[in-house]
């Protein structure tokens, strides 16, 4: 089953991208998994930076997210 976050649901979309620059890494990850929810295709490049924290498991959720966005090819990601 996909879960696909209403606009109700998901809430503010520019919250969860400023909070991947947030010191909490736990927050970092619960931006990206909810980024990756909401499937937003303009969450692509915070996310793509977001492979780059300096905490693993916000690197791995990143990962999760973008590939939630562009399907099995995060090359797409990266290219853009």
């Not at 976050?5 to 520019?14: A, N, P, Q, R």
């Not at 498991?57 to 853009?80: H, I, P, R």
């Amino acid at each position: 089953t996909v879960l696909k976050v209403s606009w109700e649901e998901k809430g503010d979309f520019e919250r969860f991208i400023k909070s991947l620059e947030d010191k909490d890494p736990d927050l970092r990850k619960i931006a990206t998994w909810t980024l990756g929810e909401i499937g937003d295709p303009g969450a692509a490049e915070p996310l793509t930076k977001a492979l780059k924290d300096e905490e693993p498991s916000v690197q791995t959720q990143a990962e999760e997210a973008l590939t939630k966005l562009n399907g099995d090819d995060l090359e797409t990601t990266w290219k853009k």
